[in-house]
């Protein structure tokens, strides 16, 4: 039998807000392939996800698009039926065959099927929807944010994607360009705005915070990394696993519970997230939302009231009655200098072992 304030703890109480949304939960399906057919997104509202992120249009495909109607614009219409040779006069990627790979996706993948795309989905499904636009520069796709906003979804995430393995940049030149891509997009839109980054920053922790300040709603940490692995039978090159693990969600756990309470926007926690207790988990530390995308190619949707189910059970076990009364309760934000305190922990737990 469940005592009075027990029974007092529903899925009712689970709600949160999330860059200035209201939503029913902090469950987010996170951007993916599950999130690319109306269907599928209709049946993780069903499940009862908070909102969801729909899979990331390439800027690539903007730009690809854009230089096709510049051309057409001066009177000389082309329709393009492989790779032109050039862009704006010159190649911006070094190699044909990865440069014709993006022309012939683009075309598949045309913009206007995205925008409609947004339209339907957010006519679906009564929960919050945010588009996603997956990017690496400062090019000239800006403009294409309005259009987005004008399908009248939610929100927009901007997964901002750069390995900086060129040699020629420094970390500042790197780290620039997501201050140039947020200013531009915000000379397009004025809906919500959320960055879901990596972790190759030279400093994380100051990059996150001057980011949480250039006006965005929401951080999403992190983006996970595809990841090169080689095939020692072949000789030649592979790729790790697509999908997570449910141990992957512990690099997102640090930083966000570093991050809470230093920051000026929300923190959405992304990578990792399998189950209902990492799922408090990411709250704990001090996250607004969670978001999860390996744990439902491996679980399946059911995994969304499993969580839902394991978190109301456990605020009735803890009598928490809000996300908010324990939200952030494990957050390094009181901590003058964390790193101190991960090495003491560092030292005696390996120094233990022999
Ligand atoms: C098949 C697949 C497709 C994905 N596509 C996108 C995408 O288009 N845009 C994006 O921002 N993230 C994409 N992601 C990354 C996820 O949103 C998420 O950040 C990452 O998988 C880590 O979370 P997880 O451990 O819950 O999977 C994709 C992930 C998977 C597995």
């Keep these: 039998m469940l005592l009075k304030h027990e029974r007092s703890v529903t899925m009712e109480n689970l709600q949160t807000s999330y860059l200035g949304l ?16 109306i269907s599928d997104i209709k049946e993780l509202a069903l499940r009862g996800v908070g909102a969801v992120v729909i899979k990331s249009l390439f ?12 051309i057409s614009e001066e009177g000389e219409v082309k329709t393009f039926t492989r790779a032109p040779d050039k862009l704006f006069g010159k190649r911006i990627y070094d190699y044909d065959e990865a440069y014709s790979y993006i022309f012939d996706f683009a075309k598949r993948n045309t913009l206007e099927k995205y925008l409609d795309f947004l339209k339907e989905a957010k006519r679906s499904v ?12 400062n ?28 040699w020629r940049r420094s970390g500042e030149d790197n780290e620039r360009i997501y201050f140039d891509i947020i200013r531009e ?19 994380l922790a100051q990059s996150v915070q001057k980011l949480s300040e250039s006006g965005i709603k929401g951080l999403v940490l992190f983006n996970r990394p595809y990841n090169t692995d080689f095939n020692i ?91 908010d009364s324990f939200r952030g309760k494990l957050s390094q934000s009181n901590l003058e200098n964390p790193a101190a305190i991960e090495r003491v922990q560092f030292m005696k737990l390996y120094s233990g072992i022999e």
């Excluded at 090019?139 to 060129?166: C, M, R």
């Design 22 to 37: 209201m939503l029913r939960n902090p469950l987010i399906a996170g951007s993916c392939g599950l999130t690319n057919s």
């Design 59 to 70: 800027e690539e495909q903007i730009n690809v698009e854009t230089e096709n109607v510049i």
């Design 126 to 137: 009564d929960i919050p929807v945010i588009a996603s636009i997956n990017c690496v520069s």
């Design 139 to 166: 090019q000239n796709w800006h403009a294409f944010a309005k259009k987005i906003q004008d399908t009248k979804v939610d929100g927009l995430e901007l997964n901002i994607y750069i390995l900086p393995s060129d």
């Design 185 to 203: 997009v915000k000379n397009y839109v004025d809906m919500p705005l959320s960055v879901k980054i990596g972790y190759y920053f030279s400093s």
């Design 233 to 323: 039978d072949k000789i030649g090159l592979s790729h790790g696993s697509v999908f997570s693990s449910n141990e992957e969600y512990t690099h997102t756990l640090r930083w966000i519970s570093i991050l809470s309470g230093h920051v000026k926007c929300d923190l959405s926690a992304s990578t990792g997230v399998h189950d209902y207790k990492a799922f408090i988990k990411q709250l704990l530390a001090g996250a607004t939302t969670v978001q999860i995308a390996s744990a439902l190619y491996k679980k399946g949707f059911d995994v969304i009231p499993e969580i839902l189910k394991g978190t109301v059970e456990w605020m009735r076990k803890h009598e928490f009655e809000s996300i």
